[in-house]
């Protein structure tokens, strides 16, 4: 049997490049990994980057950097955020942005486009190792920068988690692929960095997994020396791999109790996994071919018959793959292997009773694209090759129609990106093609919500709930709506609705909490405040509610309590605005103003915090600072009362002393 597809210096695939500087290639990739999402850098947070970057206390500081490396992607939620993900990679990624860009999306999508493009990078690196030609590997590192399949990991700041797999797995690869000639002090080197960069795969995201059974299938059915090397030397070039795997999944079993903790569809029957799996195969296939029509949440039916034609038409794409692979097996080379790369690295995401609410997900191709970007670039190369053989209008036409795919998978990223451009923008585009997708309503409702749109909120959310009448984030929702009309008895109705299908709900217990307190139910306000703080001891609403409740109450020492604990989650005005009234009352007008001080340097149009220092530098003598800090809460508070009093006074007495 031959080796993997080679090209001497001379050959017809090497002759494209033949006169090409190595750096002059490395240049063009960078171009082709970055211009396309230039502009998602003017992107947004969307989605749950809300939650994972701007209302996440992780972030703040270093202090929880053994939670983070300990506990599941969502523990920062507390018992409510208990989950089959562990990501530690992307919350580290996330605070080390945090540190250097504060919470602006700028920074995160900086730093997304720049590991993509590290990716395709290491695509032509790792390629080229194995192809042991730069003519096929260039071609793949391309195929791979331009396929709008990966629109979605690269443009969602929270899809980073596949990109980090991937290029600790290409990282990984690398190495494992240079041990066949290194020897000596380089094959120790190489043996370090394939584990270590195994290891921050396994830390970036679950798929990693797939790795060690790729590298032994590489090994003694790929690798060029193979019919030469011993087996106890093919075992030692990725048994490294095996014992890692080994002890992440011993690890997680000790850590979250199994590898999947939570059955995210204990109602989905193994037989209906299967069928499933099947319809799900023929999607991504077909995603990958043909990447026309994509959207960022997929509705999940899943298949309990081999009648249904997504199954029929999932195990024909499953014989095309087998017979394809079957016609590549004699070759050995890096066309069949990245059909299995494919398989194996799609394998994980297969098996519905453990997905998310997104079972299928675009996202879920970055990895696995690959393994089809090297199946592309052996044909492609082969086409050429032919194109080159006949000459003429054959070449032409060969050249147009790859310069024509070029600008098409160009043109589509463009375009896709800028339906990430807001959470607006990204949930409306979604439903034009998901019109059942109930969690986009819901997440719509909220941006209608937000932006004051109470009648547009109303719509979406009874409309969800007419999809999921039990889906406790839409109760819940209803009963925010219900409570800000007034209709108490509706939204209680509504919040224990919630409650009763997801009883350690924060949210639910924190609004419905507001909710009691409207209505004067002190007692029962305190008892869902502090389920939430229960709950989710690092909530700071959850804390900010207690805190203020208390404080009405009178009871300034568990007010202060509850403020200073928001306050170690993450720095937030309210926190400090309470605390400063707090210590006025003490008349510590010290300590008052260093909090009011720290709350304007959070929010510089914080109106409260301006006037409460402009009072306390007016009563310090410093009338000047006290002048511009009531200006500045004027601002946004421009009919204030006393503060246009103060100001008054403050002009008159001012004149009083002029010469």
């Known amino acids: 049997m031959s080796g993997p597809v080679t090209s001497a210096p001379g050959s017809e695939s090497a002759r494209p490049l033949a006169r090409a500087n190595e750096l002059t290639l490395i240049v063009l990739l960078i171009l082709c990994g970055t211009l396309p999402y230039i502009n998602t850098l003017v992107n947004a947070f969307v989605f749950d980057d809300h939650n994972q970057i701007e209302f996440n206390p992780y972030l703040q500081n270093f202090r929880h950097l053994k939670e983070i490396f ?51 990078l290491l695509v032509y690196a790792a390629s080229k190792r194995m192809f042991e030609d730069r003519w096929p590997a260039f071609v793949a590192a391309v195929a791979f920068a331009l396929h709008p399949i990966h629109t979605e990991s690269v443009d969602w700041v929270s899809g980073v988690t596949d990109l980090e797999v991937t290029f600790f797995i290409l990282l990984t690869l690398w190495f494992f692929l240079g041990l066949g000639r290194a020897s000596g002090r380089k094959a120790v080197g190489a043996g370090a960095g394939m584990g270590a960069s195994f290891i921050l795969a396994l830390l970036s995201k679950e798929p990693a997994m797939a790795l060690p059974l790729l590298a032994t299938i590489y090994e003694h059915f790929y690798r060029p020396d193979r019919r030469q090397t011993s087996a106890a030397r093919k075992l030692s070039r990725y048994a490294v791999l095996w014992v890692i795997g080994g002890g992440y999944l011993l690890f997680r079993r000790e850590f979250f ?38 959207c960022m949440f997929y509705v999940f039916h899943k298949s309990g018959t081999w009648r249904d034609p997504a199954v029929l038409a999932g195990a024909t794409a499953s014989l095309i793959f087998l017979a394809l692979f079957v016609a590549l097996w004699r070759r050995r080379g890096p066309a069949s292997f990245g059909l299995i790369w494919l398989l194996l690295t799609l394998a994980p995401v297969l098996n519905a009773h453990w997905m998310a609410a997104n079972v299928f997900a675009e996202r879920y191709l970055y990895l696995p694209s690959v393994g089809f970007s090297w199946l592309l670039a052996s044909g492609a190369v082969e086409a050429w090759a032919w194109a080159e053989c006949r000459g003429g209008i054959r070449r032409t036409a060969t050249a147009a129609l790859a310069g024509c795919v070029f600008v098409a998978g160009l043109a589509r990223i463009v375009l896709r990106n800028s339906d990430w451009r807001s959470d607006q923008i990204l949930y409306t585009k979604t439903l034009g093609q998901q019109p059942d997708a109930y969690l986009i309503r819901i997440n719509l409702g909220a941006v209608y919500w937000a932006g004051g749109d109470v009648a547009g909120a109303e719509r979406e959310w009874k409309q969800a709930l007419r999809l999921a009448p039990e889906h406790p984030i839409a109760l819940n929702d209803m009963g925010l709506l219900y409570t800000r009309q007034r209709r108490y008895a509706q939204a209680v109705e509504y919040f224990e609705k919630a409650l009763k299908a997801k009883p350690n709900f924060t949210d639910a217990h924190m609004f419905l909490g507001a909710c009691y307190q409207d209505m004067g139910k002190i007692d029962l306000a305190e008892k869902e405040f502090r389920a939430a703080v229960n709950i989710s001891p690092l909530n700071v609403r959850a804390r900010n509610y207690l805190g203020e409740l208390y404080l009405a109450e009178g009871r300034t020492g568990e007010a202060e309590e509850q403020f200073r604990r928001s306050l170690e989650s993450a720095e937030n005005i309210e926190a400090w605005d309470a605390l400063g009234d707090i210590f006025l009352k003490r008349e510590d007008t010290a300590h008052a103003e260093l909090a009011f001080e720290r709350s304007v340097a959070i929010d510089n149009y914080d109106s409260h915090a301006h006037f409460r220092l402009g009072a306390l530098y007016r009563a310090a003598g410093r009338m000047a600072e006290a002048g511009r800090e009531y200006q500045a809460g004027l601002v946004t508070d421009p009919l204030n009362p006393e503060a246009l009093a103060a100001l008054k006074q403050l002009k008159s007495q001012s004149g009083d002393h002029a010469p």
């Open 257 to 294: 109790g199994a590898l999947a903790p939570v059955a995210q569809r204990p109602g989905v029957t193994l037989v209906e996994t299967a069928l499933s799996a099947f319809a799900l195969v023929g999607q991504y296939f077909w995603k990958l071919i043909w990447p026309a029509r994509l």
């Open 70 to 120: 300990s506990t599941n992607v969502w523990s920062f939620e507390g018992s409510y955020g208990i989950t089959n993900y562990y990501r530690p990679l992307m919350t580290v990624g996330f605070l080390l942005c945090y540190q250097l860009f504060g919470p602006l999306p700028y920074g995160f999508h900086l730093a997304n486009l720049l590991v993509h493009t590290a990716v395709v």
